[in-house]
């Protein structure tokens, strides 16, 4: 009370000028609460004009609950917010609380800091990053290259990573790899994971784990999915598997042979730069389990090879995330199969 007093005799002391801003202050700084606090200030929700459960467009108010609206069909009588069926469903954090997820996955934070700065556990944070990850890979899905598109493998250790000892769903094939030794075998072998990665001119990236081992012409057919344009120009190095896919999808073909930069103005220069950036890019993560690995691929992509500035993307993300139906649920992430052969590979 006595703090209170005080800061009343300084208000009293003011000009005129000086309390009006004030006032416009204290106004902005309201709202702003008020809108971090309603998710209905947010941009990213979208009107609900539809029930999720039936369809049907005769819905109705039916009150809050813990500050979100709630909304009733006249059809089913079952009830729904806007968080029903996305990845927030049935989490007791707001929108606030999402939203400097977003940011700090837009910044690829690590799981640590994101918990640190969200005010969440860690533990949390995990499953958060790989529900908004799983939603990527709807985007990814739908990315089509055209035009002159660069295409090549990379490839990682095949890992699994995780505390496995206390596992009763999980059992290592292998013995476990020490530390610095994470592929004894020597060219390549079924301890490598293989990437394919596709670059156009435009920004646009795909990258998908296909196989283990030497790629295939089945192997790119998975990787790829029908997502290059038939009109395309597809630039690689000499692999034949590269030669069948482009012949069975109706695509122009430049191979460079093995020593070769580029064949006129063609070249795998970008492609090779991708792959540069992205094994930088996944070393801040101390190794990544080969289950998570398409997650962390479709991360990448969008961060650093989207073409939008970084504004433009957050917001993208943003919209994307809440508005994409959830994949998964939080207790089958961290149990995921690990990948041992093409058909375990989830997209």
Known sequence: MARLNELLKIVKSLSQQEKAELIAFLSKSDNNN???????GFNFIKQTSSCPHCKSTKIVKNGLRNSIQRFICKDCNKSFTVRTNTITEHSQKSFETWSKFI???????SVRRSAEICGINKDTAFIWRHKVLDALQNMQNSVE???????DETFFALSFKGNHKKSTTFTMPRKAHKRGKDIHTRGLSHEQVCVPCGVNGTGLSVARISNLGRIGTKDLEFAFKN?????SILCCDGANAYRKFASKNSLDLIQLKSGKSKVGNFHIQHINAYHSNLKNW????????????NNYLVWNNFVNYAKESYKEKEQILTDFVFTTKKKDLCTNIPVRNPITTRTNFVA
Do not use: P, W
Request: hydrophobic share 40%; aromatic share 8%.
């Open 103 to 109: 940011e700090c996955m837009m910044n690829s934070f």
């Open 145 to 151: 290259l055209n035009g002159v598109v660069e295409a």
């Open 227 to 231: 997502q290059i344009a038939s009109d």
């Open 282 to 293: 996944i070393k801040r993560f101390h190794g990544v389990a080969t289950k998570y690995l």
């Open 34 to 40: 008020s809108s971090a606090n309603c998710e209905s």
